[in-house]
């Protein structure tokens, strides 16, 4: 049996932006940023989030594209993150998503376990994405659709609420 307690799950999702960020057409996402990351440090199970120079990761580069941006974190487990994502705030920024963010084919959101304590890095996540987009869920990166526990090879069916979905 895997001690589950010896792992952290990490989450990427990135996003094709429609405007600049300081664009008005932007305005209700980026003043969103600061109220969601606290509530984020706040929830029960959070762990870490990618931090730029601004304190969200609106700056930090992802696939060298100065359309996308990053969200980056690591939580107990997938519950917790969850929890978070379909709540609240956040549950609010999701449902409004298409106002700020091309839609994309491919797989933007992975997820993936890490040991406790490691911070995952953008290389790393972007990695995973890529392997996910290639090959599917694995437990290499997956999805919350397609989940797999830590050390596991068989996937496991998690909760999501009808019609959020897990990308952007």
């Known amino acids: 049996m895997t ?3 010896a792992y952290e799950l990490a989450q990427v999702n990135i996003a094709r932006l429609k405007a600049p960020l300081d664009s008005p057409r932007l305005k209700d996402f980026v003043d969103a940023l600061d109220p969601v990351s606290a509530d984020a440090d706040a929830a029960d199970g959070f762990v870490w989030r990618l931090q730029g120079e601004a304190g969200d990761a609106t700056d930090v ?8 941006i990053v969200n980056m974190s690591v939580w107990q487990d997938a519950d917790a993150l969850t929890a978070f994502m379909y709540a609240g705030r956040h549950r609010e ?3 409004r998503r298409r106002e700020w963010f091309e839609r994309v084919a491919e797989a933007m959101t992975a997820l993936w376990w890490v040991p ?6 953008v290389a790393e996540a972007e990695a995973r994405l890529l392997h996910l987009r290639a090959n599917g869920p694995t437990p290499y990166a997956f999805t919350l659709r397609r ?6 090879s068989e996937p496991v069916a998690l909760e999501v609420p009808e019609g959020l979905g897990c990308g952007v």
Do not use: K, N, Q, Y
């Not at 580069?61 to 996308?68: I, Q, Y």
């Not at 406790?116 to 890095?121: D, E, I, V």
């Not at 989940?147 to 596991?152: E, L, Q, V």
């Open 3 to 5: 001690d589950t307690t």
């Open 61 to 68: 580069p992802v696939f060298g594209d100065s359309w996308l």
């Open 93 to 95: 920024m999701l449902a």
């Open 116 to 121: 406790a304590g490691h911070r995952p890095t």
């Open 147 to 152: 989940s797999f526990p830590a050390g596991a």
